[in-house]
């Protein structure tokens, strides 16, 4: 009989495994799971050197995976001012005038998190905070990610007087006069000014990034499909795991921009260390609602969201027939129905082969685009935490932009599984917070305990089973992986989440609250509570 390395006994074990879907033991050897079962038949695996770890009651699930996650970029992106708590253009003022008098000189005010219904369907203007800056330069990143607003020093730093061309849908916005508003829209016109911002030190960065991982295994994640277009993110990963390893498995995907070398970005599907690897190209055929960048079949209440990311979206079309060609997975932000309809027609007359192509966000989509999921095999790649920054009423900007129709089409995830399709779940960090259980629950109730806010589209609410799948056997499917993780099987990675209650029969509100015992990759410990097992 071969001797485990690690014995964790005593607790309830959700295999997620349909020959054995619960075991009270799992034995774990060379990083692999050995054995499932019972007490009794863990004693024949316990040797002098076997570590036993003793649940105390808890439940182990197999390690949960964040579907879409930014951590790279969060950890840049998330310094300075945390801007999520104002509600209105006064809290944002505020929180400036009191960051101005902190700033030295030469200094920039950067902030991220800021809600656009903070405006009030006002324009978002550098007029409403230039005079609280008092000459200082300010970047402040709006929540979707996708947008930010500039003060005037920063415009001039950057040499914006008017409006630019991009390869990409991008734009600084301008008044009715060709002033510039300090508004800028997706990624190249934010980048005229963020590349002007002093970096911080990369040794911090690399401290910072190692932090945020720990951080996330705390909350039971053990792996993460990160959406990063950092050029130095496959690098940070590296340095890290030069001093040790990585506490969360990551699977990265490059951007593909329009305009970018395709087979630059081919050639990193090769890359990879101990716990990271690049699976995946990532694409952007739209933008958000909020911005008026999504790509919708019918003009918003502005008349906006009508246009494809690409100028020319047969270019996309192009670029993803030769990645499938090649079997290289793709993975596309689609938000707009338009946009989903586009990036599933690229797929269905892209060559098949065995990987499953991915779509992120799909956030109004109608019925038939709906069953094609499944029937052309495409991943769903949703995060049930963002409805809950849409409001039941439709009160919120994004269901003004839409219309009632489209609004009561929100983050359809229910009617994704039942058509079907395989449907992986993340959070978006740092658009929405990167703990597990608050995507677990979101989720299961579409909002958040405690909040007060009615859910979001409830009929789309999944079953805790359905819920759990996300972040475990659908991650797994959704990365090409289900033999080697999603479930706690012989021959699986030993990846694993233990809490405190059963995931499956806690209600939300003791689920989001509940602690998470300890979390293990590759059998080892990631992280473990102060009160959690020995």
């Given at each position: 009989?071969t001797?485990?390395e690690?014995l964790?006994v005593g607790?309830?074990?959700l295999?997620?495994?349909?020959?054995?879907?619960?075991?009270?033991?799992v034995?774990?050897?060379?990083?692999t799971?050995?054995?499932?079962?019972?007490a009794a038949?863990?004693?024949?695996?316990r040797?002098?050197?076997?570590?036993?770890?003793?649940?105390?009651?808890?439940?182990?699930?197999?390690?949960?995976?964040?579907?879409h996650?930014?951590?790279v970029s969060?950890?840049d992106?998330?310094?300075?001012?945390?801007?999520?708590?104002?509600?209105t253009?006064?809290d944002l003022?505020?929180?400036?005038?009191?960051?101005v008098?902190d700033?030295?000189?030469?200094d920039?005010v950067?902030?991220?998190?800021?809600?656009?219904?903070?405006?009030?369907g006002?324009r978002?203007?550098?007029?409403?905070?230039?005079?609280?800056?008092?000459?200082?330069?300010?970047?402040?990143?709006l929540y979707?990610?996708h947008s930010?607003l500039a003060?005037?020093?920063?415009?001039e730093?950057?040499g914006?007087?008017?409006p630019?061309a991009f390869?990409?849908?991008?734009?600084v916005?301008?008044d009715?006069?060709?002033?510039?508003?300090?508004?800028?829209l997706?990624h190249?016109?934010?980048?005229l000014?963020?590349r002007?911002?002093?970096p911080?030190?990369?040794?911090?960065?690399?401290?910072?990034?190692?932090d945020l991982?720990?951080?996330m295994?705390a909350?039971?994640?053990?792996?993460?499909?990160?959406?990063?277009?950092?050029?130095?993110?496959?690098?940070?990963?590296?340095?890290?795991?030069?001093d040790g390893d990585?506490?969360?498995?990551l699977?990265?995907?490059?951007?593909?921009m329009?305009?970018?070398?395709?087979?630059?970005v081919?050639?990193l599907q090769?890359?990879h260390?101990?716990?990271?690897?690049?699976?995946?190209?990532?694409f952007?055929?739209?933008?958000?609602?909020?911005?008026g960048?999504?790509w919708?079949?019918?003009?918003d209440?502005?008349?906006?969201?009508?246009d494809?990311?690409?100028?020319?979206?047969?270019?996309y079309?192009r670029?993803?027939?030769?990645?499938?060609?090649?079997?290289?997975?793709?993975?596309?932000?689609a938000i707009g129905?338009a946009?989903?309809?586009?990036?599933?027609?690229?797929?269905?007359?892209?060559?098949r082969?065995?990987?499953?192509?991915?779509?992120?966000?799909i956030e109004?989509?109608?019925?038939?685009?709906?069953?094609r999921?499944?029937s052309?095999?495409?991943v769903?790649?949703?995060?049930?935490a963002?409805?809950?920054?849409a409001?039941a009423?439709?009160?919120?900007?994004?269901s003004r932009?839409?219309?009632?129709?489209?609004?009561?089409?929100?983050?359809?995830?229910?009617?994704?599984?039942?058509?079907?399709?395989?449907?992986?779940l993340?959070?978006?960090w740092?658009?929405?917070?990167f703990?597990?259980?608050?995507?677990?629950v979101?989720?299961?109730?579409?909002?958040?305990?405690?909040?007060?806010?009615?859910?979001?589209?409830?009929?789309?609410?999944?079953?805790p089973?359905?819920?759990l799948?996300?972040?475990t056997?659908?991650a797994?499917?959704?990365?090409?992986?289900?033999?080697?993780?999603?479930?706690?099987?012989?021959?699986?990675?030993?990846?694993?989440t233990?809490?405190?209650?059963?995931?499956?029969?806690?209600?939300?509100?003791?689920?989001?609250?509940?602690p998470?015992?300890?979390?293990?990759?590759?059998?080892?410990?990631?992280?473990i509570?102060?009160d959690?097992?020995?």
């Amino acid at each position: 009989m071969t001797i485990a390395e690690t014995l964790l006994v005593g607790g309830r074990v959700l295999t997620l495994d349909p020959v054995r879907p619960s075991a009270t033991a799992v034995a774990i050897k060379d990083g692999t799971i050995a054995w499932v079962g019972d007490a009794a038949g863990a004693r024949e695996w316990r040797g002098a050197r076997t570590t036993v770890i003793d649940l105390d009651g808890a439940t182990l699930t197999p390690g949960l995976v964040d579907g879409h996650t930014h951590p790279v970029s969060g950890v840049d992106a998330a310094g300075g001012l945390d801007l999520s708590g104002c509600r209105t253009v006064d809290d944002l003022r505020a929180a400036l005038a009191a960051a101005v008098r902190d700033v030295g000189r030469g200094d920039w005010v950067e902030g991220h998190a800021l809600d656009h219904n903070v405006f009030g369907g006002r324009r978002i203007s550098r007029d409403l905070i230039d005079d609280v800056l008092d000459g200082v330069p300010a970047f402040l990143r709006l929540y979707d990610a996708h947008s930010a607003l500039a003060g005037s020093a920063a415009l001039e730093a950057a040499g914006i007087t008017g409006p630019r061309a991009f390869d990409q849908r991008a734009a600084v916005v301008c008044d009715a006069d060709g002033r510039p508003t300090g508004h800028l829209l997706e990624h190249a016109a934010m980048d005229l000014v963020r590349r002007l911002i002093p970096p911080a030190d990369r040794s911090a960065r690399r401290r910072r990034l190692l932090d945020l991982l720990a951080s996330m295994a705390a909350t039971g994640l053990t792996g993460g499909h990160v959406m990063d277009g950092q050029p130095d993110a496959l690098a940070l990963a590296a340095e890290i795991e030069e001093d040790g390893d990585l506490p969360l498995r990551l699977r990265f995907a490059p951007w593909c921009m329009p305009g970018d070398d395709l087979d630059a970005v081919r050639a990193l599907q090769r890359e990879h260390g101990r716990r990271w690897s690049v699976g995946a190209v990532k694409f952007f055929v739209d933008g958000t609602v909020e911005g008026g960048t999504a790509w919708l079949e019918e003009p918003d209440c502005h008349g906006e969201n009508t246009d494809s990311f690409w100028r020319d979206p047969a270019e996309y079309t192009r670029a993803v027939h030769k990645l499938a060609a090649d079997g290289v997975q793709t993975v596309t932000h689609a938000i707009g129905d338009a946009a989903v309809k586009h990036a599933l027609d690229s797929l269905e007359t892209a060559e098949r082969t065995s990987v499953r192509h991915r779509i992120e966000h799909i956030e109004t989509v109608g019925r038939t685009q709906i069953d094609r999921f499944a029937s052309l095999g495409v991943v769903a790649s949703m995060q049930p935490a963002h409805c809950t920054y849409a409001r039941a009423d439709q009160s919120d900007g994004w269901s003004r932009r839409l219309g009632p129709e489209r609004a009561r089409r929100a983050w359809r995830c229910r009617d994704l599984r039942e058509a079907g399709a395989i449907l992986v779940l993340g959070s978006d960090w740092p658009v929405a917070h990167f703990d597990a259980r608050e995507t677990l629950v979101a989720a299961r109730i579409r909002t958040f305990p405690g909040s007060g806010a009615a859910p979001v589209n409830p009929a789309q609410a999944l079953t805790p089973r359905m819920a759990l799948e996300g972040m475990t056997t659908h991650a797994a499917l959704a990365a090409g992986e289900p033999s080697q993780t999603g479930r706690i099987t012989p021959g699986s990675r030993a990846d694993l989440t233990a809490f405190a209650v059963n995931p499956l029969r806690a209600t939300s509100s003791e689920l989001a609250d509940a602690p998470v015992r300890l979390t293990l990759v590759d059998g080892r410990l990631t992280h473990i509570a102060d009160d959690g097992p020995r």
